[in-house]
């Protein structure tokens, strides 16, 4: 089926959607986008996502073409249109083209910021195999900007670490930055001790996941402990469980690192019941 999109206040079809080779988010990664989930053609976590979109806009001063209640509607008429059940949104807004290339900002009074979204249908998105089977990871240097909390367009160098991951056999890769792990190429990391969760505090160093700061909350709904520290991949490898959290995977378990497997090498009992609670929890929220 050929996808409806929305570009810069019009819903298209995909073959017609067009921005301008000066747009600067293709010369310069000058953009910033949000991945949100749909399950059962409603929106999980929409209010998160919306909030870390003007956080990454106000930090790169930039400014929103549309409202927040504009957002939403935008999302719902293309979950309507498309007829997803299961699936995503993508969102980029973009500082736009003033119809030249130049690495000083155009004037916001007279260059628009630009706005896509488009969906991905993912039928069963919740049911994904993979949950079953965990997923196994490598470890591999962070290359990556310091400014890791603004959500930009900038995704080379984690996706050259989905390559290195695709490379090794395996799944994925999380990467590690002056000994500790960061986080994974386009999720956060955790591991399990005993009944602690424990994962990185939130700085500049990663994303502010949406998903990371909801299972931090019902963390407590699994009779868990949280510690938000750095953690090596030694501590890692050692750990009794170890999982990643994305808008797209959920909570996906990790049973596998740099060829050591965790516990008996299958998803652990806690991480899968984070799984169940947060999918519970966010289906009954959604909207
Ligand atoms: N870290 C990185 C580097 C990511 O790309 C993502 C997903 N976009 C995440 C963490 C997870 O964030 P969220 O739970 O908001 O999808």
Known sequence: MTRTVYVNGDYVSEHDAKISIFDRAFLMADG????????????IDFDGHAKRLERSLSELDMRSPVSRDALLDIHRELVRVNAITDGLIYLQITRGSNGD?????????????????????KPGLANSPAA?????????????????????????YPSMGKMMAQKAGVDDAWMVEDGAVTEGTSNNAYII??????????????????????????????QMQVEERNFTIDEAKDADEAFITSASAFVMPVVEI??????????????????????????????
Request: charged share 25%; proline share 4%; hydrophobic share 40%.
């Open 32 to 43: 910033v986008y949000e991945v949100t989930s749909v399950l059962g053609g409603k929106l």
């Open 101 to 121: 290339r130049d690495f000083v900002f155009p004037d916001p009074e007279t260059t628009e910021p630009g706005i896509v979204l488009f969906t991905q249908n």
């Open 132 to 156: 079953r089977t965990g997923l196994k990871i490598i470890s591999i240097e962070d290359q990556r900007w310091g400014r890791r909390d603004i959500k930009t367009v900038q995704l080379l």
């Open 193 to 222: 001790k005993g009944n602690t969760i424990i994962t990185r505090a939130l700085s500049n160093d990663i994303l502010h996941g949406i998903t990371r700061a909801a299972v931090l909350r019902f963390a407590n709904e699994a």
């Open 258 to 287: 740099d060829g050591v497997p965790l516990g008996d090498g299958t998803p652990g009992a806690r991480s899968r019941r984070l799984r169940e609670i947060y999918l519970d929890e966010s289906l009954k929220a959604a909207i």
